[in-house]
Each structure stands twice: as C-alpha cells, then as structure tokens.
C-alpha cells in the first residue's frame, strides 16, 4: 500500500467516526517502510482545511460533493491538499496517482471524472480564499466559528483559526526539582520563551536522556499559563480533581516547590497509572486515585487550591484535534449543567481561604463565563478573584480559559 493510499483509508476511518489520533497512532505502531511525516503532515492537514477542499472540489464539479463515495472524496482532498497546501509538493505526481487509486478500487467508473477535476482543482489560486467567509477560508463549521467569536471577539476567532492551520512547536517545562533551564538549553539547544522554564522544543525525541530522566515533560504553553493564573505557593495544598493525563498536576507542584504532595484524581484507574509512573519520573510526590469528581467525596478533606480542569467542548484545542471544527454545536449543550456540577463538589474540598482554579480548553462562554456566573450566584461564600481567556496570540499554544474563585473567610 502506497503513502498516499494510506492516508485516504486513514481519512476514510476519521469520516466513518474514528478519532484521528487514535487511527493514526495505531497505524505509525505499526509501520514499516513508510513515509511517516509525509502521512502525517497530509493526514492531518486534509482534516485541517477539510471545507476549504470541499468548496474547491465543487468549483470544478457537477456532482454533489455529499452524493461522493468517501474514498473518492478523500482520494480527491488529499491530492489538492498536497498539491496546493504542501511544500516541495509533487503535483503531477500526486494527480497521477490518484487517478489510480480510483481506478483500481471499486469506483474505477469515477475515474474518468476524477482525471478531469483534479487537473483543473489543482491549478486554483488559494489568493480568492482569502476574500471568502470564515467556514471557507479557515475551514470550520459556521456554528463553531459563531460561538468561538460571541465569546473572544470576532476579530480574535479569525486570529485564532487563522493560528490553527499554522504548525505546532513542541513545548517543554523544566522539572526544576531536578535540574535547571540553562542545563536543558545546553545540552538540548531548546530555544526560550517569555516565559521562565518553558522552552520550545526543537527536534524533541521520546528517546533524548532529559526527557528519559524526567528533566523536563512536555505541556501546551497555556496550560502553564493557567496554573500560574492560581499562583502555587510553597505552603499550599493541592488538590486536581480531573488530573489526567497530569501536566496540570506536575505543573502545579513543580511552581510550588512540591513541598506538600499533590493530589490528583481521575475517573479511569489507566488514567491514574499514566499519572503516577510519570509522577515518578519526574519525583514528584502525589497521592492520586479514582474518584468521580461531580460526586462529593467526604474522605478527601480540605486543601487550599483546588485544580478544577472540567471535560470541555474542545474548541480550544482544533490545531491539535482539527475534526472538533466540524462538530455540531448542538452536542455542547449539556456540558454547562456538568461542569457546573463539577465546580460545585469542588467547593466542598477548599479550605476557608482558599481557592479554585476552574480552566476549560474551550471558548465557548456557555462553558466558560456562564458557569461561573452561576456558581457564584448560588455560592455567595466565594467571590471571584480573575477570569481571562488564554489565546494563542498570547502564548503560542492552545486556546483556555481560567478563573480563580476564592473562599471567604470565615471571621466567626
């Protein structure tokens, strides 16, 4: 099977409803003698411009797009993809074999039509997609994009799609309980930020001896924003209810000098492994267990900052998890009332005075601003401290949210 076909059968398995980084981590396990950059820059960058594609399909066709078998689409998106969004592509190449593909699959009858609209879909200049409307030229479902710009502006939900289509940079924090920034940049030749022992990780490998070791892991840029939103002090206890996969954890007890062990819960006890053999990794200390965290758990006791990362929507996080772009907004609409519940049985583990980071990697203010809003009028024992989005513009990583909420003292 060609490098080509391989990822039309990966995008025809994303279009049937599989997750795209689940069917493509299981195939690059199980590779040989592929090309496993070029599948997975043109995978994923088929899903990333997936209604841009479309609209250029339908310029040079005459059948419905919907009426399509989805292997011949995908075969279609994936060579205009290459040739028109790829660097160094091979359009005579990519058009050829294509046509191929069809030809000898069982919709060889489409052939025909498929030579005749590749050769022209081929030669379109992107320049007119910039003068179209939001869903063409950044590829995104109009809901999304409506309910993205009703809550961070529209002029910043054009700059924050427009940032999802651009590449990732692979970010790392310093574990400085074992080592120290200056090392890392040294032996790594990782590039700073503006931000203290965060670095861009250039050429990161799985198999390098600090990462081995637990000198540094690797975390979205916003993510650390966010917890340095709640300012981890060396005298707090620290509770992360729905810790998993743990960046927020380890984050949260390497800015507080891992003085007192975080605890750190999940619903899925695989989930709760992952954390502690990376927690060990890294020596850091943490008591972590399962725990439903929209159930009040009486055996927990009381901590003075309460980690409160709630399952979100998503929208935050489309450069990593592009197909949350074509989601209907309509599926979002019974998260509120869960996160809701969530900060609400989290209120019951903070000490007086203490504090609840709540965060989504979402910007949807149903999700975000709302539940506050809410929690707050129900919860006048807290008042809020600061609220903000996290935007890649800020921070070069994904889209957040975060508000810090504070427990009155008690002065009886």
């Known amino acids: 099977m060609s490098d080509r076909l391989c990822v039309i059968k990966l995008l025809e398995k994303v279009e049937k409803g599989s997750y795209s980084t689940i069917v493509l981590n299981n195939l690059l396990s199980d590779m040989t003698g592929k090309n496993s950059a070029f599948i997975t820059r043109a995978f994923y960058g088929v899903i990333e411009r997936k209604i841009t594609l479309d609209y250029i399909i339908s310029k040079y066709s005459?059948?419905?797009?919907?009426?399509?078998?989805?292997?011949?689409?995908?075969?279609?998106?994936?060579?205009?993809y290459e040739s028109l969004f790829m660097d160094n592509s091979q359009t005579f190449a990519a058009v050829n074999e294509a046509v191929e593909i069809i030809?000898?699959?069982?919709?060889k009858y489409l052939s025909g039509y498929a030579n005749?609209?590749?050769?022209?879909?081929?030669?379109?200049?992107?320049?007119?997609?910039e003068n179209k409307s939001p869903?063409?030229?950044?590829?995104?479902?109009?809901d999304v994009f409506q309910t993205v710009s009703n809550s961070i502006g529209e002029s910043a939900a054009q700059d924050f799609f427009d940032n999802s289509l651009k590449n990732s940079e692979v970010l790392i924090m310093v574990n400085t309980l074992k080592c120290d920034e200056n090392t890392i940049i040294n032996d790594c030749?990782?590039?700073?930020t503006n931000v203290q022992n965060l670095l861009i990780a250039n050429n990161f490998s799985p198999k390098e001896q600090h990462f081995i070791n637990g000198d540094y892991f690797v975390i979205d840029s916003s993510a650390v924003y966010t917890v340095m939103l709640a300012?981890?002090?060396?005298?707090?206890?620290?509770?992360?209810?729905?810790?998993?996969?743990?960046?927020?954890?380890?984050?949260?007890?390497?800015?507080?000098?891992?003085?007192?062990?975080?605890t750190a819960l999940d619903l899925y006890p695989q989930r709760i492994s992952l954390i502690k053999s990376t927690a060990k990794k890294l020596g850091i200390a943490v008591k972590s267990f399962v725990n439903d965290a929209a159930v009040h758990n009486e055996n927990i006791g009381k901590f003075s900052l309460i980690i409160?990362?709630?399952?979100?929507?998503?929208?935050?996080?489309?450069k990593r998890k592009p197909e949350i772009k074509y989601k209907n907004t309509a599926d979002f609409a019974n998260l509120p009332e869960i996160q809701l519940k969530i900060l609400q049985t989290s209120a019951n583990y903070v000490d007086d005075g203490g504090r609840i980071l709540y965060s989504t990697c979402t910007l949807n203010c149903a999700e975000n601003e709302n539940v506050i809003t809410k929690f707050l009028d129900n919860n006048q024992n807290f008042e809020l401290v600061s609220k903000q989005y996290i935007l890649p513009s800020q921070t070069g990583g994904d889209g957040f949210f975060a508000a810090v909420i504070k427990r009155k003292q008690n002065r009886y």
């Open 62 to 80: 005459d059948k419905p797009l919907k009426k399509l078998p989805i292997f011949v689409l995908s075969t279609f998106r994936l060579c205009i």
């Open 103 to 107: 030809k000898n699959s069982k919709y």
């Open 116 to 129: 005749a609209i590749l050769r022209n879909a081929v030669t379109y200049d992107l320049k007119y997609i």
């Open 135 to 142: 869903d063409i030229k950044y590829s995104v479902n109009a």
């Open 189 to 192: 030749a990782f590039t700073k």
């Open 231 to 262: 300012n981890p002090c060396p005298d707090d206890t620290i509770l992360d209810l729905c810790a998993a996969p743990g960046g927020k954890t380890f984050c949260a007890a390497i800015l507080s000098g891992n003085k007192n062990p975080v």
């Open 308 to 318: 409160c990362d709630v399952p979100c929507s998503g929208l935050g996080v489309v």
